[in-house]
């Protein structure tokens, strides 16, 4: 067990709709990131935050969102959802926002698109 | 421009042997590089980071990588593969430069034959 929570942990939606994903890093962990991985496109890094701000963007779509808020959980947002953003969504944290950092992965979200 | 490109999509070896999973990375500046084991329906673990300090790196459960920058490859090796090393491994270039990335390689399956 890492620490790091993600609810929920599977998501069945429609195309079109709007979900919203949750994580929780370990306890004192400032940094979050979130990534997708998807069987076509393999791991790709989305997004992370450092304590609340946004430190760097990978391949994030513009339909996606996200944000860390002051007790430092952290929500995705995928909006007009497309047959292609089932995936599986895993956030993960580590305490500095340094490159070299550990980070510490969740279980995932199950996102199935239907 | 970063890359990281894992040479074998899956690799097999017998129970007992060598395990060697090959990892090349491209990068203007010099990068950490991480190894992160994935097994069945988990999350991912670190295995081992490379920060620039020590050129070989020990990682938990006996995993080793070695850094060598004149051939920008940094190999995962174990001596003696278990059963439970079968998992996905991926190799991971970090850089926090004006285009902060974080790029995971497309993976390598490790089967183990009893």
């Known amino acids: 067990d890492s620490g790091v929570t993600q609810t929920p942990k599977h998501l069945i939606t429609a195309t079109g709709q709007r979900v919203t994903l949750r994580c929780s890093p370990r306890?004192?962990?400032?940094?979050v990131y979130w990534y997708q991985q998807s069987l076509d496109q393999g791991l790709q890094f989305l997004i992370q935050y450092y304590n609340g701000e946004e430190r760097a963007k990978g391949n994030i779509l513009e339909r996606f969102s996200a944000q860390q808020f002051p007790d430092l959980h952290s929500e995705l947002n995928l909006s007009s959802l497309e047959l292609g953003d089932s995936a599986l969504y895993f956030c993960?944290?580590?305490?500095?926002?340094?490159?070299?950092?550990?980070?510490?992965f969740g279980p995932g979200t199950r996102l199935t698109v239907l | 421009a970063q890359s990281v490109t894992q040479l074998d999509s899956h690799v097999s070896v017998s129970e007992g042997t060598p395990v060697l999973l090959r990892c090349n990375y491209s990068?203007?500046?010099?990068?950490?590089l991480f190894w992160y084991v994935q097994h069945p329906n988990k999350g991912l673990q670190l295995l081992l980071k490379?920060?620039?300090?020590?050129?070989l790196v020990k990682g938990i459960n006996g995993f080793e990588a070695e850094f060598k920058k004149s051939e920008t490859s940094f190999h995962l090796t174990k001596p003696s593969a278990h059963m439970s090393d079968a998992a996905e491994y991926f190799c991971v270039v970090s850089l926090y430069s004006s285009a902060s990335k974080i790029i995971f390689g497309s993976g390598t399956r490790l089967s183990i034959r009893p």
């Open positions: 490379y920060t620039s300090a020590a050129t």
């Open positions: 990068s203007s500046y010099s990068p950490s």
């Open positions: 993960a944290s580590s305490v500095l926002a340094a490159d070299s950092s550990e980070q510490f």
């Open positions: 306890s004192g962990d400032l940094s």
